[in-house]
């Protein structure tokens, strides 16, 4: 009976280390572009500051797990004529558990012609069905 308590013991307290009751997981936005940015995610703006500021970093950490769709607004240079996005701004992110999500934003401003660009990243191995041959 006690080698069975002190198992028992040894069980539960192994259980409990390899739970956490934090979810490692965030989202980075790094705004490398010429304006601010405006990032909508899950019922919320957050603004990221435009590449001339020291915080053109912003960090959303302990998201829940699920699939959420975002969306970008961005600001455009006042002498702009053109201006157009590439890239995913806007789109879905799959969150689960120590998933760690990179959105990197840049541009450029070529005669009146302002192009933002935005890249996504993340940790999460890719299935190999989504792989192109």
């Given at each position: 009976?006690?080698?069975?308590?002190?198992?028992?013991?040894?069980?539960?307290?192994?259980?409990?280390?390899?739970?956490?009751?934090?979810?490692?997981?965030s989202?980075?936005?790094?705004n490398?572009?010429?304006?601010?940015?405006?990032?909508?995610?899950?019922?919320?703006?957050?603004?990221?500051?435009?590449?001339s500021?020291?915080?053109?970093v912003l960090?959303?950490?302990e998201?829940?797990?699920?699939?959420?769709?975002?969306?970008?607004?961005?600001?455009?240079?006042?002498?702009?004529?053109?201006?157009?996005?590439?890239?995913?701004?806007?789109?879905?992110?799959?969150?689960?558990?120590?998933?760690?999500?990179?959105?990197?934003?840049?541009?450029?401003?070529?005669?009146?012609?302002?192009?933002?660009?935005?890249?996504?990243?993340?940790?999460?191995?890719?299935?190999?069905?989504?792989?192109?041959p």
């Amino acid at each position: 009976m006690k080698k069975l308590l002190i198992f028992s013991s040894l069980l539960l307290f192994s259980f409990g280390l390899g739970c956490s009751s934090s979810v490692n997981n965030s989202i980075e936005l790094r705004n490398l572009a010429w304006g601010e940015i405006h990032f909508n995610f899950r019922g919320e703006v957050y603004k990221v500051p435009a590449a001339s500021s020291r915080e053109q970093v912003l960090t959303l950490r302990e998201l829940p797990k699920g699939k959420f769709e975002y969306t970008t607004t961005f600001e455009i240079p006042a002498n702009a004529t053109e201006s157009s996005a590439e890239g995913d701004i806007t789109g879905v992110v799959d969150i689960d558990a120590g998933t760690k999500i990179l959105i990197l934003y840049s541009s450029t401003f070529i005669d009146g012609n302002y192009t933002i660009y935005t890249t996504v990243s993340t940790n999460e191995p890719i299935e190999e069905d989504s792989i192109l041959p």
